[in-house]
C-alpha cells in the first residue's frame, strides 16, 4: 500500500503565503506525475498544478504566476509553494501521485487526505 500524508495549509489572509508538502510512503518503485486538486465547497476537483518526474509542470490558470510545484523525488515529496493568495483559492487541496509499487508493472492514482486552505478578504 502507498500513503500520501499532506501537511501544511490553515488560514491566510488575502495577499498573503502559504505552502503544502505532501509526503508519499509505502510499497513504492517509483512515481510519476504528482499533483495538487483543489475542490471548493459545491465545486468539482480541478487541477491546480502538476510536475512530472523529470520536472515539468503545469498550471491552472488561475494561478499561473502565483503558485510553484516542486518535488524532491529523493524524498517522493512534492511542494507546493503559494503566493498572493486570493479568496478565491480558499478550498480544499489534495496530492495525488501516479505510483508504481515493487512487484508490479502498472501505476496507479493515490490520494492525499485533503488539507484546507482558507484566504480571509
Known amino acids: 500500500q502507498v500513503q500520501l500524508v499532506e501537511s501544511g495549509g490553515g488560514l491566510v489572509q488575502a495577499g498573503g503565503s502559504l505552502g503544502l508538502s505532501c509526503a508519499a510512503s509505502?510499497?513504492?518503485?517509483?512515481?510519476?506525475?504528482m499533483g495538487w486538486y483543489r475542490q471548493a465547497p459545491g465545486k468539482q476537483r480541478v487541477l491546480v498544478a502538476a510536475?512530472?518526474?523529470?520536472?515539468?509542470?503545469n498550471y491552472a490558470d488561475s494561478v499561473k504566476g502565483r503558485f510553484t510545484i516542486s518535488r524532491d523525488n529523493a524524498k517522493n515529496t512534492v511542494y507546493l509553494r503559494m503566493n498572493s493568495l486570493k479568496p478565491e483559492d480558499t478550498a480544499v487541496y489534495f496530492c495525488?501521485?501516479?505510483?508504481?509499487?515493487?512487484?508490479?508493472?502498472?501505476?496507479?492514482?493515490?490520494w492525499g487526505q485533503g488539507t484546507q486552505v482558507t484566504v480571509s478578504s
Open positions: 510536475i512530472g518526474s523529470g520536472g515539468s509542470t
Open positions: 509505502g510499497n513504492i518503485f517509483s512515481i510519476n506525475d
Open positions: 495525488n501521485a501516479d505510483v508504481r509499487s515493487r512487484g508490479v508493472v502498472f501505476y496507479r492514482q493515490y
